[in-house]
């Protein structure tokens, strides 16, 4: 799988144990940056995780922050972009079978590490249920045809 990963100066420490997993699991990974704790503004990393996700360059994004919030509202910007924000292996879980979440956001002062690689990983291997989920999805994204 393609998963591209950027985060602001309070993800960067996630965001580099991440790519290690990722890449050790297999995976190809485009980084966006940051590349260092020097404080930063996270839309500009952000942004492009969720269109390289939307145009289909990338199979999955994955976001960080220090809370995660800031980088979940700006990937679901980008339309196209399902982004939801993860703090235990539930919500993972919960993001693909239900809302077929192509980006998940974490907060690195919020989770520990340990955590946030076993939400990588659930969030990876959990297939989306379809089902009565589609219709969902569909008036989210096209809002217009409720």
């Known amino acids: 799988m393609k998963i591209a990963i950027g985060s602001?100066?309070?993800?960067?420490?996630y965001k580099q144990r991440i790519i290690?997993?990722?890449?050790?699991?297999?995976h190809a990974?485009?980084?966006v940056g940051t590349h260092s704790e020097e404080s930063c503004d996270y839309p500009l990393f952000i942004r492009p995780v969720a269109l390289a996700v939307a145009d289909g360059d990338c199979d999955r994004g994955i976001v960080l922050g220090g809370s995660g919030n800031g980088e979940?509202?700006?990937?679901?910007?980008?339309p196209g972009v399902r982004c939801a924000l993860c703090w235990d292996t539930r919500t993972a879980t919960l993001a693909r079978e239900h809302n077929d979440a192509n980006v998940i956001s974490m907060g690195q002062r919020l989770?520990?590490?340990?955590?946030?690689?076993?939400i990588v990983?659930?969030?990876?291997?959990?297939?989306?249920?379809?089902?009565?989920?589609?219709?969902?999805?569909?008036?989210?994204?096209h809002p217009e045809e409720a």
């Open 8 to 13: 602001d100066h309070a993800g960067y420490r």
């Open 20 to 26: 290690q997993h990722l890449t050790e699991l297999g």
């Open 29 to 31: 990974v485009r980084d």
């Open 72 to 78: 979940a509202i700006a990937a679901n910007r980008v």
């Open 111 to 118: 989770i520990s590490i340990e955590t946030a690689l076993t």
């Open 121 to 141: 990983d659930t969030w990876l291997a959990t297939p989306f249920e379809g089902g009565r989920h589609v219709r969902r999805i569909r008036l989210i994204d």
